[in-house]
């Protein structure tokens, strides 16, 4: 079973910066897509930014420009950089991973973690 362990959530002034650092650890077979999901209170769980084992990246509209989304295979971690911080980014965020194994998929999810900007 894999395990992953999110960090470096905070709160910080608009305009600011955080970077968020997901880590798997535990029985840890091929990750293919990792990314970082965000719930903000009363609204659904939306996608922030994901990247492939080719590192190839998609950022939600939101985001574009201010995020960036990096990944380190041989540390089987992925890094979210967020910069020019605003009060809409406030969110619980979450870190996901995909494990490929034969033609199945394997979903696992980081316990979250927070991120409020204050005005």
């Known amino acids: 079973q894999m395990q992953l362990v999110e960090s470096g959530g905070g709160l910080v002034q608009a305009g600011g910066s955080l970077r968020l650092s997901c880590t798997a650890s535990?029985?840890?077979?091929?990750?293919?897509?990792m990314g970082w999901y965000r719930q903000a209170p009363g609204k659904q769980r939306e996608l922030v930014a994901t990247i492939t084992t080719g590192s190839t990246t998609n950022y939600a509209d939101s985001v574009k420009g201010r995020f960036t989304l990096s990944r380190d295979n041989a540390k089987n971690t992925v890094y979210l950089q967020m910069d020019n911080l605003k009060p809409e980014d406030t969110a619980v965020y979450y870190c996901?991973?995909?494990?490929?194994?034969?033609?199945?998929?394997?979903?696992?999810w980081g316990q979250g973690t927070q991120v409020t900007v204050s005005s």
């Open positions: 996901k991973m995909i494990v490929q194994i034969s033609l199945r998929s394997y979903v696992y």
């Open positions: 535990g029985s840890i077979s091929s990750i293919s897509t």
